[in-house]
């Protein structure tokens, strides 16, 4: 599985900031206004684990460059203390997710994967990634799924394709190790969707590695 930190981020309209106080001449400020400042300082000060300027936009791109970098673990460190400043962030729980399969933990990032699916259904690459992290946990009829409705979003989405043919071929080849009647524990594989994996995405023999965690 490749990863282009950024290539599947999305623009986000900044919402649009109304003053609270209309009445009040430009650059006059009352008593009010201070003890508000000094209240969202002292906030962002005493909040454990983060700086005062640790918005999560910065922690956010901390962790893209972080992960850039191959340095997983502390990416996501980044992006858990992001996502407690801003939970609904979808575009966190996919990343996330990525990071989390790269790293071998296949439940976590199906978690996150599924998070990321709630938070903004109509993106389709938060499916390809649910998709990928259901082939890792062994679920290759849920990911087809996940797959199928990357694709009604974007039918021309080439990694949802690739990764919907893998995960008919494991179907079908779990179908024919159940027919043969062989013990599925004789072959035990981990799913190989890196980039450095000899089996990719595509074709059969990927699909023959995983098909003993379906079984």
């Not at 966190?92 to 990525?98: D, N, S």
């Not at 903004?120 to 409705?149: C, H, Y």
């Not at 027919?179 to 004789?186: H, V």
């Amino acid at each position: 599985m490749k990863i282009a930190w950024g290539k599947n981020a999305k623009m986000k309209r900044q919402p649009v900031v109304v003053s609270t106080k209309p009445g009040l001449p430009f650059g006059v400020e009352s008593d009010n206004d201070e003890a508000e400042k000094d209240e969202i300082a002292g906030a962002n000060t005493n909040c454990p684990g983060t700086k005062p300027l640790d918005t999560a936009e910065s922690l956010q791109r901390q962790g893209d460059k972080l992960a850039e970098e191959w340095k997983y673990h502390e990416a996501l460190s980044r992006w858990e203390a992001a996502l407690t400043l801003a939970p609904d962030n979808a575009i966190l729980h996919e990343q996330k997710a990525q990071v989390l399969l790269e790293v071998g933990d296949a439940w976590h990032a199906l978690t996150a994967a599924t998070r990321a699916t709630e938070l903004d259904p109509s993106w389709p690459e938060a499916w390809v990634t649910l998709g990928r992290a259901q082939l890792n946990f062994g679920e290759p009829d849920s990911a087809i799924l996940s797959f199928d409705k990357a694709l009604a979003i974007k039918p021309d989405h080439d990694d949802a394709k690739a990764d919907r043919k893998t995960a008919v071929c494991l179907v079908k080849k779990r179908g024919q190790l159940h027919s043969s009647g062989l013990s599925a524990n004789k072959r035990r594989f981990t799913v190989g969707l890196g980039e450095n994996s000899d089996k990719g995405a595509e074709g059969e023999e990927g699909a023959d590695e995983i098909v003993a965690q379906s079984g």
